[in-house]
């Protein structure tokens, strides 16, 4: 065997070990910005409208529900957040949906699995993003949509085509990373 | 990148092969089916299903809210005489491919499936080669005029 296949034999360990070692460090740095998430599950959502449903009011929270028709042929794109009284990063997230709401960004709420004296409780007592509210106490309509926990956000463009999905909390991070641009984009 | 990593994390959950898991945890009277067979399908359907909660368990297995939810789910059309694909399907509809723990084979996970085949087949290819290498020994060298001359004096005077 001519002596430059053998030591392309012997560098192609060497060669995968820096391949590997490339791609670990790759997704080390994701881990760190936030840009990827090994536990996070892909929504199969983006891209396509939301399946249909109907949402009830919390009652008690003095906002309109909405059904899966009325998303979409807004002005602007809007944002759909699925949160619970009893769920802790959705304190963490709320100053950020309020930010929103003040500049005119339409929130509108799923609240998840909540008793509606809870949900209206925590609202007045964090304040109110969401223009609209619809209960899913059963939790069916977030299993339609693919939420795994909450807190979980989606941003839906004019047309009700859901364009991006957030599982956990959205921080200021987020918001000026993520939410922002896509605002811009899809206004 | 992001799909290498979802690849590496497949490949991370396929060695937990949903058969290796431990008896159900979870299974209360309740929230069985009367009919045992139904039940036993039900079942089956649930250990194919991750448990998007946990992550490493199958949602027969957890013991998370949203992992009862989607027994729950599975009994419901079950129930309803579906079949077990078109309930696979159902989950599979709105978790996407992260929810099987049989993921399918696509272009997106042909390197997870194909990685068996792949280092076997490179394992031979090696050993082939190594083979190879050492069955080819050298041809010898032609002889020199002097040892052809020495061997014709051999030939010609073997007492000597």
């Known amino acids: 065997m001519p002596m430059t296949s053998r030591r392309m034999l012997m560098l192609a360990p060497l060669g995968l070990a820096v391949a590997g070692g490339a791609g670990f460090y790759a997704m080390l740095r994701g881990m760190g910005t936030g840009s990827y998430d090994p536990r996070g599950v892909p929504s199969v959502l983006v891209g396509r409208a939301p399946p249909p449903f109907v949402l009830p009011p919390v009652e008690a929270a003095g906002l309109p529900g909405f059904a899966a028709a009325e998303l979409g042929g807004l002005p602007a794109p809007m944002l759909v957040n699925f949160w619970a009284s009893w769920c802790v990063p959705c304190i963490i997230e709320h100053p950020q949906l309020m930010r929103l709401a003040r500049e005119g960004v339409a929130v509108w709420g799923v609240n998840y699995k909540d008793k509606p004296q809870d949900a209206a409780q925590f609202l007045t007592r964090h304040g109110n993003p969401f223009q609209r509210l619809g209960a899913d106490r059963p939790g069916r309509v977030a299993i339609d949509w693919g939420v795994y926990g909450v807190p979980e956000t989606y941003l839906l463009d004019r047309k009700g085509i859901v364009r991006w999905r957030w599982p956990g909390p959205v921080t200021p991070e987020v918001l000026e990373q993520d939410i922002r641009p896509l605002l811009r984009r899809h206004a | ?160």
Not at chain 2, 90 to 98: I, K, L, N, S
Not at chain 2, 99 to 110: D, G, K, N
Not at chain 2, 119 to 138: K, S
Not at chain 2, 147 to 153: G, I, M
């Open chain 2, 1 to 160: 990148m992001r799909r290498l990593a979802i690849l590496a994390l497949l490949a991370w959950a396929g060695l937990s092969h949903p058969a290796l898991a431990p008896a159900s945890a979870v299974g209360l009277p309740s929230e069985m089916l009367r009919d045992p067979a139904q039940e036993e399908r039900a079942r089956s359907i649930g250990r194919e299903l991750r448990c998007l909660v946990c992550q490493n368990q199958s949602i027969e297995d957890s013991e998370a809210d949203l992992a009862r939810d989607l027994r729950r789910i599975v009994r419901e059309r079950i129930a309803a005489g579906e079949s077990d694909r078109a309930v696979l399907d159902y989950v599979h509809d709105r978790y996407g491919d992260f929810v099987l723990l049989r993921p399918p084979f696509s272009l997106a996970t042909a390197l997870l499936w194909g990685m068996p085949v792949l280092a076997l087949g490179g394992g031979g290819l090696a050993l082939l080669l190594l083979r190879r290498r050492q069955g080819a020994r050298p041809e010898p060298a032609p002889l020199t005029p002097e040892e052809r001359a020495r061997l014709a004096a051999l030939e010609d005077d073997p007492a000597r």
